[in-house]
């Protein structure tokens, strides 16, 4: 079992939807990130927030939101997908922002797929 | 720039057989460094990691050694099994970005029983 859990686990929508991708951890952890992770690929960074702040934002196309309305809780707010957006998506948290010593902790994401 | 090397997938492996994955780096300084396993349908799960040179980090029967004079941290397991089957990411963190991992390309590894 893993301790971040994100919903929903799968997820179908068209392009002109509006949808949110939520994801939560009660580890205490201050940094949280936003992966997108295509098949047969690793992971690649979109957000990271640091103590429930944005502190970087890997160019990612504004049509993805995210947000962190708490230290416990982060979202990604998506609307007018394109089909190239399908992809897992996954959330991580990690102690402290700036300890390279410390590993992410990952959810298991949710499969998006734009019609 | 940093970077993650490692060797190129699928690995096929009967049971009990011995394991190695290659994984060289390049940092400019003195990164961290890990393995991550991602089973099928999964996300990402710390496998082990190592802060300095000549650490091991082992878990679950998997060992890796932290190489600075080959820039080196191979994955080995001695008796592989089925439920071993997974991808296997090697990667990276420094302190001057340590928000960002540097990933490796991936290995997927197959155990045949």
């Known amino acids: 079992d893993t301790e971040v859990t994100q919903t929903p686990k799968h997820l179908v929508m068209g392009m002109t939807n509006k949808k949110s991708l939520k994801c939560e951890q009660h580890?205490?952890?201050?940094?949280m990130y936003w992966y997108k992770q295509k098949a047969k690929k690793p992971p690649e960074l979109m957000f990271v927030y640091s103590y429930e702040k944005l502190s970087i934002n890997e160019s990612v196309p504004s049509r993805f939101s995210p947000e962190c309305p708490n230290s416990s809780l982060l979202n990604l707010h998506l609307h007018a997908l394109q089909p190239e957006d399908s992809a897992l998506y996954l959330c991580?948290?990690?102690?402290?922002?700036?300890?390279?010593?410390?590993?992410?902790?990952f959810g298991d994401g949710t499969r998006l797929s734009i019609l | 720039g940093n970077s993650v090397t490692q060797m190129e997938g699928p690995v096929t492996l009967s049971e009990e057989a011995f394991l190695t994955i290659n994984c060289t780096y390049t940092?400019?300084?003195?990164?961290?460094l890990f393995w991550y396993v991602q089973y099928p349908g999964e996300g990402l799960q710390l496998l082990l990691k190592a802060t300095k040179a000549d650490d091991k980090g082992s878990n679950k029967g998997f060992e890796a050694t932290y190489r600075k004079e080959t820039t080196s941290f191979h994955l080995e397991k001695g008796s592989v099994q089925v439920s071993d089957s997974a991808v296997y990411f090697c990667?990276?963190?420094?302190?001057?970005?340590?928000?960002?991992?540097?990933f490796g390309s991936g290995t997927r590894l197959s155990i045949r029983p």
């Open positions: 991580a948290s990690s102690q402290e922002p700036l300890n390279d010593n410390q590993p992410q902790h």
């Open positions: 580890m205490g952890h201050r940094a």
């Open positions: 940092a400019t300084g003195y990164p961290s």
């Open positions: 990667a990276l963190t420094e302190y001057s970005s340590a928000s960002k991992i540097i």
